[in-house]
């Protein structure tokens, strides 16, 4: 089950160095005029908007008796259907925040086939979401939308954790630190579900990446893979950088796409990964080539994390 979480992005598209152990600037965006409370809002609604159009569908599609053909308990729907309402409060208390400037929801895929395939997804989702409003913590000045962000936040991290465990059957965490991402990261995931939007919307301060795409999709560490995205004029090296916690790692990528996943991945959980152009510093918008991939390393019980 849970290594479909990535097969189900990959279809979608989406020597080692570690960086030093210290929070991860995952924006860089941080004192730029055009990056406002607003910004951030509006953002932050992109992605609910996206979460309460998923959650909405699916269970107008799938109803009781699906989840239960599929194996799953008969409070699985019912819990879900409350995440969906979360969704829903979440997306309604952004719109009152923002008023005349917010966000309308766009026309969205998802490629959920049966209640297996949406819980799946589900959970790289609130995944995703928890690293979204991580990283976006930084770019908020009014300390009420920190708050209120921070309250979300925390219960996207509950999602995540109950869909990861009680109905995925995996941890329900990662490692000690959760991931931030930087908004282009996060928009480079989202991208993958969102078909159209309206021109009225409000643009956001997003860089705009080719997709990318590793082979197999679910690799080990360890495992050699198959890099493929779109290289337009970049002449240069490549790496893969792998966002866990508040670590990146990195590996070569070879003059015939292959690269090497490192061993420092073993038993990390959701990993996000993406190919960037220098390995000697923090990747920024400017040196990210690609966009994001989401890996998962598992580990059982019986895993002590350091």
Not at 264 to 275: C, D, M, W
Request: charged share 15%.
């Amino acid at each position: 089950m849970l290594s479909f979480l990535t097969l189900v992005l990959a279809a979608a598209n989406v020597g080692f160095t570690i960086a030093a152990p210290t929070v991860v600037d995952a924006n860089n965006l941080k004192g730029r005029a055009d990056i406002d409370d607003t910004t951030v809002l509006q953002y932050a609604l992109t992605l609910e908007h996206l979460e309460n159009a998923f959650y909405s569908g699916a269970l107008a599609k799938f109803d009781a008796s699906a989840f239960e053909r599929a194996g799953f308990p008969s409070w699985v729907r019912g819990r879900f259907a409350q995440i969906g309402e979360h969704e829903a409060s979440h997306v309604a208390f952004l719109e009152k925040a923002l008023g005349d400037k917010a966000t309308k929801p766009c026309t969205y895929k998802f490629p959920y086939t049966d209640p297996k395939s949406f819980a799946a997804l589900s959970q790289a989702l609130e995944g995703t979401g928890t690293s979204a409003y991580l990283g976006a913590a930084k770019l908020i000045s009014n300390k009420d939308y920190l708050t209120a962000a921070g309250s979300i936040l925390t219960t996207e991290a509950r999602h995540d954790s109950w869909v990861g465990s009680a109905v995925n059957k995996g941890p329900a965490w990662n490692l000690p630190y959760d991931t931030p991402l930087s908004l282009s990261a996060v928009y480079s995931i989202a991208s993958a579900f969102i078909e159209s939007c309206p021109s009225t919307n409000p643009a956001l301060p997003v860089t705009t990446y080719p997709a990318l795409s590793l082979s197999p999709a679910t690799p080990a560490v360890g495992q050699k893979v198959q890099v493929k995205f779109d290289k337009k004029d970049h002449n240069g090296a490549f790496f893969v950088a792998y966002y866990s916690g508040l670590n990146i790692y990195y590996s070569d990528v070879a003059a015939d796409g292959s690269t090497t996943i490192p061993h420092e991945l073993a038993n990390a959980g959701t990993v996000y990964a993406a190919v960037v152009s220098s390995k000697s510093a923090t990747p920024t918008d400017t040196t990210t080539l690609s966009g994001f991939a989401i890996l998962y390393f598992s580990f059982g019980a019986d895993v002590k994390q350091l």
